[in-house]
């Protein structure tokens, strides 16, 4: 029964719950395909991307109440079994490192190659929302906090985020709200899991993304958080200006402004941030278990995605591996097996947004040069602000590869409402004519040897 | 009781049930006193009554303050000369799970559902022990008898009205024949189509609607109006609420699972959240009141009516056909069958 419901409490489009998903098969030897809990398959992609636009925004919206916890059912949440289905998608070890903490689609790459489980601090659970607007966000936080209240109360190692995003998170939110759920102690799956199933002197990484948000307090560990990372800044969202005066006319909004409440703390991000209460538990039990505790602090969750990206090439080219061919993923459309079947360096961009755009760049620059790009592009469903078009992303890895450069798996037509695009990733990765040997993992001591032997800079990451 | 002409006092007046009744009785001549605690509301209520022909007063009344009440029953005889029916209805409620209810939310509920009644019948009944006569109807309600989870206070307080009613039966019939003509009546309603729900207090984070099926008000109207002309002890409105009464006497705790998987489902939104809110409990919803809600009782009862006669006549068709079928097959003529259906029915009425 409790494994029943966690399954249902799980979103399929979770950034951690991806990680765990991905991670748990990549040890199975299998793909993230369908995002591993759909199909993978071109021609189911092209059948549901094949209606028209208003149908498929439709089909986001039908897509997300399937996902949506109905509020009644909000009561049953327990961040507990949440926890046991992520120690379920692993199996019984035992492992040399586990990496606990901060989402991140570079961090997933990371925790493959370290052939380490991870156990994500933050979780989503959507509710079923069919009464607020996307652009009333008091409202909204009006009508959700009682919710965002009880469940907190329910889990007392947990505080609650209701995330309220009316720029990406659009079609979706027609549909749902975001609660996510942030670990302020181990819970007891994560603590077995630790205690049962590492190996002597393993090593657990603590991934610490530093990001935090503004935020207004709704009850004892409950938060209300107005926007997201993205195209559009923190300042934006609690100051719109004339682009979302612009966007809000497009989306036919009866509101031409954004005019969230009243915020009285930071905190750390909703979605990507590190909340070091956890970082207590963790100590305790590695010093408890003689385990070693790392910690791979970044500020941002993109500013991990070139370290990685570098440490892969590093790596790669130890194993007499070709590191001249990347493969630049989005969101959630990550799949570690296939970059190391590939022998494909990732790059991974937190989504299809401007600064994403610009971090690539800003690597492509600044990177030795590459033969051949590959990049894949998640479909968030609507054009939102900050919004980056294929054209502009094809232009960049053109103009950046020495050989080949190639947008994969996105049906151009279609995006960014491109409805089959989670089918389509994974084949198309499938599709590219590179195969490896899946590499032996490596061990946390080896990022110390990428880091002194790099030439590279990583400001914004530290590793200690 | 004769109605027209006798004086009748509504509390909770300005919408809903209480609105229902003021009409029913005004349109039967009957002098009516409406009171809640919307002056605006009252006055577009008596207006109404008096359209219907009957006439009207509009006295704004907190039910929970004993004072009101009591001034409530003087200006009525002031103003009438009497009091022949005293009908409690005015009451508020509040969806909360047990412990996120605010006390003072729910001692309010208390005090304006119970002690309202309690006022009404303390401020009518000296006038009607004068007249030798008069009927007081308590709005009691079907969870009185198969209470609902979150709605705990509401609950209780319609099962203390049903208390009411029948304590102070008793102890008119032990008062003998001065009060013999003095009769108690308890109304259960089961779900109605008025504004209740959207004034109730909510703190479960979800949006209230009405829980099917649901009646109109006039149903309720129409069975006080009839419980003034023949007196009886209790009369439950709408046949699901018979049926659930019948249910919870026969097997009550599966009546009480029922209704808890039932409001879970039915009576809380699952898709529309709706924040905290202390409703009307302290201060009325604004505006001129409405006697119907937004669940569209009217329509839903044409429609189950129309759905058990299409059903009705479905089934006599189906079994006079095979009535004939029968006969064919036996050699007897087909009008045989017919006549012979008539005649089981016949029996059977026997």
């Not at chain 2, 509504?10 to 009785?25: N, P, Q």
Request: glycine share 8%.
């Amino acid at each position: 029964m409790s494994r029943l419901r966690a399954a249902r409490f799980v979103a399929d489009l979770d950034s951690s719950v991806n990680m765990v998903r991905a991670l748990g098969r990549f040890f199975k030897g299998k793909d993230h395909s369908g995002l591993s809990v759909g199909p993978g398959s071109r021609r189911l992609a092209k059948l549901a991307s094949s209606p028209p636009p208003a149908l498929r925004r439709l089909g986001f919206i039908a897509g997300s109440l399937g996902q949506a916890v109905p509020l009644d059912r909000a009561r049953l949440i327990d961040v507990e079994e949440i926890d046991e289905w992520v120690t379920r998608q692993y199996g019984a070890g035992p492992f040399d490192t586990v990496v606990i903490g901060a989402a991140s689609g570079a961090g997933v790459h990371l925790a493959a190659a370290l052939g380490a489980p991870f156990l994500p601090q933050t979780t989503l659970v959507a509710v079923r929302d069919l009464a607020t607007h996307p652009d009333d966000p008091v409202g909204a936080m009006e009508a959700l906090a009682p919710t965002a209240r009880l469940v907190a109360r329910h889990n007392p190692g947990v505080a609650v985020y209701h995330m309220h995003d009316p720029a990406q998170d659009r079609a979706s939110m027609q549909a749902m709200a975001y609660m996510r759920f942030k670990r302020l102690r181990l819970s007891r799956a994560y603590r077995d899991f630790l205690e049962q199933r590492l190996a002597p002197g393993a090593t657990i990484v603590q991934f610490e993304c530093e990001r935090t948000w503004r935020v207004r307090t709704i009850g004892e560990r409950a938060y209300f958080q107005f926007g997201c990372l993205g195209g559009v800044s923190e300042e934006e969202y609690h100051d719109s200006g004339e682009r979302i005066a612009k966007f809000l006319a497009a989306e036919d909004s009866p509101r031409r402004s954004w005019e969230p409440p009243q915020t009285n703390t930071r905190r750390p991000d909703a979605e990507w941030g590190w909340e070091p209460a956890l970082g207590e538990d963790v100590q305790a039990l590695a010093d408890r278990c003689g385990y070693g505790l790392r910690h791979l602090v970044f500020d941002e969750p993109q500013d991990l995605s070139p370290f990685v990206a570098d440490f892969h090439r590093w790596w790669y080219r130890r194993l007499d591996v070709p590191a001249d061919r990347l493969l630049v993923e989005c969101y959630v459309q990550w799949d570690p097996y296939w970059v190391l079947r590939l022998g494909v360096v990732p790059f991974w961009l937190r989504f299809n947004m401007e600064p994403s755009y610009e971090e690539l760049r800003a690597y492509l620059e600044r990177a030795e040069p590459y033969a051949r790009i590959y990049l894949n592009l998640f479909s968030p469903g609507l054009a939102s602000p900050g919004f980056v078009p294929v054209d502009k992303w094809r232009q960049l890895i053109e103009s950046k590869a020495r050989e080949h450069a190639e947008v994969v798996g996105v049906d151009e037509d279609a995006y960014p409402v491109d409805t089959g695009g989670t089918m389509r990733f994974s084949p198309a990765f499938r599709a590219l004519p590179f195969r490896h040997p899946i590499p032996a993992p490596v061990s946390a001591d080896d990022i110390d040897t990428f880091l002194g032997e790099s030439a590279g800079d990583y400001p914004k990451v530290g590793w200690r | 009781m004769r109605v027209k002409d006798s004086v009748v006092v509504v509390t909770g007046a300005s919408s809903g049930i209480g609105r229902a009744t003021a009409l029913a009785f005004a349109k039967r001549g009957s002098a009516v006193v409406v009171a809640a605690r919307r002056q605006q509301a009252l006055d577009e209520v008596a207006r109404q009554c008096e359209s219907a022909g009957g006439r009207a007063l509009a006295v704004a009344t907190d039910v929970s303050e004993f004072k009101a009440v009591d001034e409530l029953a003087r200006r009525a005889v002031e103003r009438f000369g009497r009091i022949d029916v005293w009908v409690n209805d005015a009451a508020v409620t509040l969806f909360s799970p047990f412990l996120e209810a605010p006390l003072e939310d729910f001692r309010r509920v208390l005090e304006v559902n119970v002690m309202g009644y309690v006022h009404g019948a303390k401020a009518a009944l000296p006038y009607m022990k004068d007249q030798g006569k008069g009927v007081i109807v308590n709005v009691s309600s079907v969870v009185g008898v198969v209470p609902q989870p979150y709605t705990h206070a509401y609950s209780m307080t319609k099962a203390a009205v049903k208390v009411l009613s029948e304590s102070l039966r008793q102890e008119l019939m032990l008062e003998g024949s001065r009060s013999r003509n003095i009769k108690v009546a308890s109304v259960l309603p089961a779900t109605i189509d008025t504004p209740f729900f959207n004034h109730a207090a909510n703190y479960t984070g979800r949006e209230v609607k009405a829980m099917p099926p649901v009646y109109t008000p006039e149903r309720v109207a129409r069975a006080i109006v009839n419980l003034v002309r023949v007196p009886r002890r209790e009369v439950v409105v709408g046949p699901m609420g018979r049926n659930l009464v019948l249910q919870a006497k026969l097997t009550p705790g599966l009546a009480g699972r029922a209704m808890a998987i039932q409001v879970d489902k039915a009576h809380l939104s699952r898709t529309k959240p709706a924040p905290a809110t202390e409703g009307n409990l302290y201060v009325p919803a604004p505006g001129a009141g409405s006697l119907h809600g937004e669940w569209n009782g009217r329509r839903r009862t044409a429609l189950r009516r129309g759905l058990s006669a299409a059903a009705a006549v479905g089934g006599t068709v189906a079994a006079v056909r095979r009535r004939r079928q029968t006969a064919l097959r036996r050699g007897l003529p087909a009008t045989a069958a017919v006549g012979g259906t008539v005649a089981a029915l016949r029996r059977r009425r026997r």
